[in-house]
């Protein structure tokens, strides 16, 4: 299964501020930054407790279309009251959540909040990450990302500034495979041997 992120930050990592509220991301609202065509390439969202809140706030899970999404949290919410939405909640640990959802068959999942893709991240199960950067140094805030416990490599696959000094960047995360392994020992025999003994 892929996994794939999509956010837009201030230029100091943040998704946004202390309080939820991320008003600094407004001025790339108007301008085209390739979110239709990216929710269209996926079959599955899956956010974080703390995103689904303002979320459904917001009362913004339009965004989403027909997408199923997912809400991670460790406590039982109660879901029924929300309309028009193909909602469902899981927990547990980043792999068992790809898990459920391969045997599912779900094949492209959108992950959403810092804590979660930070989870993911860590846990070696993100493929790709696209991240909008809007000009503009909030000081504090969420961050997108957090500690790791050793280097994730990432490839660079593009680059495009957009109107209004925004930056978006794609970069593959070949660096680690889901073992927490890099690629290269993953795919070398011997490495694979020594792992096994
Ligand atoms: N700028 C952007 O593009 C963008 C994108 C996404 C979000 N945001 C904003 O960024 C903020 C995100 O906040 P955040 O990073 O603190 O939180 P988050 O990732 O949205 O939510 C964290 C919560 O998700 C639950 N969770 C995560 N992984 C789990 C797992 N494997 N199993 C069970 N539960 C799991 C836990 O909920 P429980 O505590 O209930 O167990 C955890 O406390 C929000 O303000 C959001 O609106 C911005």
Same mark, same amino acid.
């Given at each position: ?13 943040? *998704? ?23 929710? =269209?390439?996926?079959?599955?969202? #899956? ?16 965004? +989403? ?38 045997? /599912?068959?779900?094949?492209?999942? +959108? ?13 070696? *199960? #993100? =493929? /790709? ?41 794609? +970069? ?19 490495? /694979?041997? =020594?792992?096994?003994?």
């Amino acid at each position: 299964m892929r996994v794939s992120v999509f956010c837009g930050m201030s230029v100091d990592g943040f *998704l946004a501020r202390p309080d939820d509220t991320f008003d600094f991301l407004k001025a790339g609202e108007s301008v085209p930054h390739g979110f239709t065509r990216f929710l =269209n390439s996926v079959d599955v969202v #899956v956010i974080g407790r703390r995103t689904f809140e303002v979320v459904r706030s917001l009362g913004h899970f339009g965004l +989403y279309g027909k997408k199923q999404v997912v809400v991670l949290s460790g406590t039982p919410l109660d879901l029924s009251s929300i309309q028009g939405v193909n909602l469902g909640q899981m927990s547990g640990t980043p792999q068992e959540i790809v898990a459920q959802l391969e045997k /599912r068959g779900f094949k492209h999942a +959108y992950i959403d909040g810092g804590i979660t893709i930070q989870a993911f991240l860590r846990a070696g *199960l #993100v =493929n /790709r990450i696209t991240i909008t950067r809007v000009p503009v140094l909030i000081g504090q805030g969420i961050p997108l990302f957090g500690p790791l416990s050793h280097d994730i490599q990432l490839r660079h696959v593009r680059t495009q500034s957009c109107k209004g000094g925004m930056v978006q960047s794609e +970069y593959q995360v070949d660096g680690v495979g889901r073992s927490g392994i890099s690629k290269k020992k993953r795919l070398d025999p011997k490495a /694979r041997q =020594n792992k096994r003994k």
